[in-house]
């Protein structure tokens, strides 16, 4: 079946690089997104790649997508005490993006 | 300006009565969704509308019900909460036309049944 798994947690200090990694099981996903979720909010989508793509990188973030692996990672370079939050790797299965599944989340821990 | 809006952000009510939790939107999406998600899990998609027609997830139990009166609104409706339903329930939109397929997620509401 469907399944996106994370690490539960992951502990950075303030200015280092984070790398948070998610593998999923459908090989039939259309996008694989990253979203981020701070205390008591709703899910903010961070970022997407198409599964034709290896990587994206926007501002501090890059996205590297093994297509063989079915793996995924997030890196946030010089990681803030502001990127502390809950983030979410997720699967789109299909077209039209009605069936997305979603890992447990990583929570990210950034020490000053 | 908040584009996907829910109401209330905390909902308090007791085991067995109905209760309705609200979302709305001024994105224009025309596809809405309700998720449900409980401490340190991923949210569970419990249904979508794509305009008006209505996804039941296979899995949804039948005390969930939504309704979507218009393009902006999107409700859901639970007949009889038990203990096993407080969570934090997430309402997204999306626009089937876009490319990336993205989804829009309000606040949430959490529910606490006692």
């Known amino acids: 079946g469907e399944d996106v798994e994370q690490s539960l947690f992951l502990s950075v200090r303030e200015g280092d690089s984070s790398v948070i990694n998610c593998t999923y099981t459908d090989s039939s996903s259309t996008y694989l997104y990253w979203y981020k979720q701070e205390p008591g909010a709703g899910l903010q989508l961070l970022t997407y790649?198409?599964?034709?793509?290896d990587m994206k990188q926007d501002q501090r973030l890059t996205v590297l997508l093994n297509k063989k692996d079915k793996h995924l990672s997030l890196r946030i370079a010089d990681t803030q005490t502001g990127d502390s939050a809950i983030y979410f790797c997720a699967e789109s299965i299909g077209t039209g993006g009605f069936k997305t599944i979603f890992g447990a989340g990583t929570r990210l821990f950034v020490k000053a | 300006d908040a584009m996907v809006i829910q109401n209330p952000r905390y909902q308090v009510t007791q085991f067995g009565k109905p209760v309705t939790l609200s979302c709305s939107q001024t994105?224009?999406?025309?596809?809405m969704y309700w998720y449900q998600q409980k401490s340190s899990q991923a949210p569970k998609l419990l249904f979508h509308?794509?305009?008006?027609?209505?996804?039941n997830e296979a899995d949804t139990p039948d005390n969930f019900q939504s309704r979507r009166p218009n393009t902006s609104f999107c409700f859901l409706d639970i007949r009889s909460p038990g203990l096993g339903d407080a969570a934090m329930y997430l309402c997204?939109?999306?626009?089937?036309?876009?490319?990336?397929?993205?989804?829009?997620f309000g606040p949430g509401t959490r529910l606490t049944v006692t």
């Open positions: 994105l224009n999406h025309n596809v």
């Open positions: 509308y794509y305009d008006k027609d209505f996804n």
């Open positions: 997204a939109t999306s626009d089937s036309g876009s490319g990336g397929d993205e989804q829009y």
């Open positions: 790649i198409f599964s034709n793509m």
